[in-house]
């Protein structure tokens, strides 16, 4: 175990995840539109979730799996009228535009266009969220996975990937403006540092490139809830389907509670064996030093006891996310 100098929280930060609001901007979280007739047939081939049941107002978290199901890309669907937005994870938009354009046959009627130098994105986070958008006079949509476009500002409810709250979208020359309604209404801006780190690891979220990476599949890293067993073929679905029907999952995402600091990177072992590998840590101030890994089983259940770098820590299950 590799021990850092002491990470300090923003407390004010902390505590608006906790109990308040945070606004995070977010200039490297990227844009691409998916046009013309066949794009949901597209998408509905190429990812796990079931595109084809979207409605105009409705979103869906997917994954781009390779043929062995490990994850290429996670991204989040918008169904408008007339095109496909996609939410693109931290600085993938133009990998997520070229794996999508490099799978596009002759017969195809798609497009995939990279709006991100058009389009910004804030995330609106914290249990206060829907009261900022209220007094900011901006669109709450009341469902989870739905967004309302308003006055040129694209408003998504996302409640069970990332922290939960909302994603806001505007045209690149709105972005100072709305940040200032949206802070003028009370909520804190929020850097992408510790706190955000910490809040994340407290509730189990995976994120790409720390838990969501080539080195698992949906089912292993949390994300079985973007895997619809009711849909035609996608690329990697039949390893997917096979490790569910077989009960072939043999690792899950856990998190470890620990009496030092833990460091992404570090192996965790059991009976002298490797069986992971820390993926994203933080130090909660209410309940310590927290991480997440990826762990083999038996050894991701509730309770188990298990070491990383000699240092004992505790595994604590993370509950599922239904439908």
Known sequence: MCILPAV?????????????AAVQPRPQFGTLCLTDKDRVDFLQRMTTNDIACLQPGQAALTVLTSPVARIDAVFTVLCRRDDLLLLASKGEAENLRQRLQGQIFFMDKVKVTDESAALHRLRLLGPAAGDILAAAGLPQPADDDTFSEEAGVTVLRQERFDLPGF???????????????????????????????????????PQPGSELTEASNPLEAGLAWVCAENKGCY??????????????????LVRLRSELPLTAGDNVSADGRRIGTVTSSGVSPTRGPLALAILKRPHNEEGASVSVEDAPVCVERIPPIGP
């Open 8 to 20: 300090f929280i923003d407390e004010h930060e902390y505590q608006a995840l906790v109990s308040g």
């Open 235 to 252: 690329t990697g679905q039949e390893v997917i389907a096979r490790q569910i029907t077989y009960d072939k999952v043999t690792r899950s």
């Open 167 to 205: 994603e806001l979208i505007c045209q690149a020359g709105e972005l100072n403006a709305l940040t200032k309604r949206l802070t003028e209404a009370g909520a804190l801006p929020l850097s992408d540092g510790p706190a955000y780190e910490t809040r994340r690891v407290e509730l189990g979220r």
